[in-house]
């Protein structure tokens, strides 16, 4: 929860884990709570439960956890919503991002929840309905098979990073997540080089070279 402010909670943000990971893991790794503190959002990082999956995993590659108001995504919609009411939010201030299969449920619930959700962020992650089953799970993240996103519903901006050496989730993920052609530019600064692509609809992808799997490369003096 950040500090008070004149002009009141901007937003409010759900942060997805990877895979093994917890919700501190994830607070420390990507410092999110200091960003948020800093634009005036409320970050709310919800757990999957080893019950539930034993490596704690949002459960992406299963058809009943990828549709509207079923499984997952319907607990997750509900603590976004729960949360904009209690904080006297308005509809459209709410946001997703996530890493790995926490990236992969991200783009499920942006596409699920068009009118709930406003931008969605994807790190090494997969597009919705990339698989039904753990089989086609990893055939997905070998980037096999002809998964491609499904059109959403309306413009709704997803940010796309993914690594071009990652091994665990092929590159392709990052692809198949940004809807139709449009401008791309090369960037180099602090020993890394990327591009950033941006898509017809607002969406953007950004390929980190020599960055593995949910990482960025190190700066060469580090």
């Known amino acids: 929860m950040p500090s ?6 901007q937003g409010v ?3 997805l884990h990877g895979c093994t990971q917890s919700p501190d893991d994830f607070a420390r790794g990507t410092r999110m709570n200091e960003a948020a503190e800093k634009a ?18 949002w459960n992406w590659f299963r058809p009943e956890d990828q549709a509207r108001d079923r499984g997952e995504p319907g607990i997750l919609a509900g603590i976004a919503r729960d949360l904009l ?3 006297g939010l308005a509809d459209g201030r709410a946001f997703v ?15 699920a929840y068009p009118d709930l959700f406003a931008a969605a962020g994807v790190h090494s992650g997969l597009p919705s309905g990339a698989a039904s089953d753990v089989v086609s799970a990893f055939a997905a993240m070998r980037g096999e098979g002809n998964a491609r996103p499904r059109p959403r519903p309306r413009q709704t901006p997803v940010i796309v990073f993914h690594g071009m050496a990652d091994a665990t989730v092929a590159p392709v993920n990052g692809d198949r997540l940004v809807i139709g ?42």
């Not at 008070?4 to 909670?9: H, I, S």
Request: hydrophobic share 35%; glycine share 12%; charged share 25%.
């Open 40 to 57: 005036g959002f409320l970050v709310a990082y919800p757990e999957q439960s080893r019950a539930h999956n034993i490596q704690s995993c």
């Open 4 to 9: 008070d402010r004149p002009e009141g909670l």
């Open 13 to 15: 943000v759900l942060m």
């Open 181 to 222: 052609s449009g401008i791309e530019t090369r960037h180099e600064g602090n020993g890394r080089t990327w591009s950033r692509l941006v898509g017809s609809d607002g969406s953007e992808l950004w390929r980190v070279e020599r960055a593995g799997h949910a990482s960025f490369p190190k700066r060469d003096d580090d």
């Open 85 to 87: 009411e209690e904080f």
């Open 97 to 111: 991002a996530g890493l790995s299969a926490g990236g992969a449920m991200a783009a499920i619930m942006v596409d």
